[in-house]
């Protein structure tokens, strides 16, 4: 009988990890991410199953929170396959090698000042370092494309769709055969948003008994696209109008592509005046962009029907730590979009730092901000921030604007439920626990089906 287990993203939306055994003996891990938030501790708890004994690990996508605990999971013993789509490996390298990076720098940090106190010993180490990334990246891999079915063993099959969700974002079709009968369950990873305009509408799901789905956002509807991107563009225009700069905190994969997209079609339509300067100050988003101009193939017809979606002659990259420093120098007319999309660290907090306390300025926040985090406390009408050791006043008018969302609304996740043939019953993971609550309501009201949501660590019976 087949058994699925989450160590992760259950009643919680981060932290994805599920493991599925096969009659046959096949283990098979779906996804491994990183918690993130309040539920950050839990990172450095036992994974709870044995790495060595997982013979594939498949990969929904490259998002932190489905993929950085993967070299956690090299370090403890797993030697198995990792399959994914192209991007997906590509995005993956990105996302894990920056993780690394900044798990390398807060630990330094931490570390000399508890050296300070005679209290080293109390600092934690890094969950994983760059060596054991690359190291990772080592195993042995299954690239696959959309559509495409993979044998897992003779008795298992996997096929990954497009989710819609970022570059290569997939959810799983899983056929096994069990006493002779060949059923099916689906995984939907993260399913997209089908209002935004960057990547192509998740593909209708086939035919499965169960589906264990995402419910992040299963009890709202999202707001229209289009006016929050006219929202956006009213936001920018009336700031530079007023001689001011743009700041955008933003996350390097996915949301930053939306932006340069609008921007692009601001300058192509005359909206965006000519000499305005738009810095992308991300090198994480950087390299992230260049992965979507690499697969621009897959994305959506809206972005494959232009030149290019992502660039336009007002933008400039700027890579390195002294290019970053000589925007500061360009007192007005600039659009600056850097990391990080909560404002915990990275390049936003310096050009925070020298333009946040000017009126003219502006700061957009596109992206939720979660309790805790520095851009929380902006939105939720801080007077002044602390930067560096340093008070600084907010005079900047704060905009916030919701309707950028890269998952898919309670609508979506019920229409794309609704087109599964055969479904018996629906597995909620991936949300709040409140927020799965509402979705289930409404599911049984809507679908008439059984609902289950998943707890850490249950066992359940396919």
């Not at 494309?145 to 899983?174: N, W």
């Not at 589906?211 to 530079?240: C, I, N, P, Q, W």
């Not at 905190?249 to 005046?273: D, H, K, V, W």
Request: net charge neutral; glycine share 8%.
């Amino acid at each position: 009988m087949t058994v699925e287990i989450s160590y992760g993203a259950a009643e919680v939306v981060t932290g994805s990890c599920h493991l599925v055994k096969f009659d046959d003996g096949t283990k098979v891990l779906v996804d491994c991410g990183m918690f993130q938030g309040l539920d950050e501790y839990k990172n450095y708890e036992p994974l709870g199953f044995d790495p060595s004994d997982i013979d594939y690990l498949l990969v929904t996508h490259g998002h932190l929170d489905h993929v950085g605990r993967i070299p956690l999971l090299y370090k403890e013993g797993f030697r198995g396959t990792i399959v994914a789509t192209a991007p997906t490996f590509d995005v993956m390298k990105v996302v894990l090698l920056d993780t690394a990076h900044l798990m390398q720098e807060d630990f330094d940090t931490a570390f000399k000042k508890a050296q300070r106190r005679g209290e080293e010993e109390s600092v934690k180490e890094p969950l994983y370092t760059k060596a054991d990334v690359k190291d990772t990246l080592r195993l042995p891999r299954r690239v696959v494309k959309y559509g495409q079915t993979i044998k897992l063993s003779p008795r298992i099959k996997v096929r990954y769709k497009d989710a819609g969700h970022i570059i290569g974002a997939a959810f799983l079709e899983i056929e096994y055969k069990e006493d002779g009968i060949t059923k099916h369950v689906i995984f939907s990873g993260d399913l997209g948003n089908r209002q935004v305009h960057l990547n192509p509408p998740p593909t209708d799901p086939a035919t499965a008994r169960a589906v264990f789905v995402e419910s992040t956002y299963g009890d709202r509807l999202h707001k229209d696209y289009d006016s929050s991107v006219a929202e956006f563009k009213e936001a920018v225009l009336k700031t530079l109008k007023h001689e001011g700069n743009v700041l955008i905190p933003s996350f390097a994969i996915e949301r930053t592509q939306q932006l340069l997209c609008i921007l692009n079609e601001m300058y192509e339509n005359g909206e965006l005046p000519r000499s305005v300067n738009v810095f992308l100050d991300s090198p994480m988003a950087i390299r992230t962009t260049r992965i979507y101009e690499k697969y621009r193939n897959m994305l959506s017809d809206y972005c494959q029907n232009r030149d290019h979606p992502f660039a336009f002659p007002n933008l400039r990259f700027t890579s390195t730590p002294n290019a970053s420093k000589r925007i500061n120098s360009i007192k007005r007319g600039n659009i600056i979009i850097a990391g990080s999309g909560m404002c915990n660290g990275g390049r936003i907090l310096h050009h925070f730092k020298h333009r946040i306390w000017d009126a003219r300025n502006a700061v957009i926040f596109v992206g939720y901000q979660a309790e805790g985090t520095l851009g929380r406390e902006i939105i939720e009408g801080a007077k002044f921030i602390d930067i560096y050791g340093e008070k600084i006043k907010i005079n900047a008018k704060i905009y916030t604007i919701n309707g950028f969302s890269a998952h898919a609304d309670q609508r979506e996740l019920t229409e794309w439920i609704g087109k599964i043939n055969g479904l018996e019953k629906i597995f909620l993971i991936h949300g709040e626990a409140d927020k799965q609550r509402i979705f289930k309501k409404h599911l049984l009201q809507t679908l008439h089906k059984k609902v289950h949501i998943v707890k850490q660590g249950e066992i359940i019976h396919l």
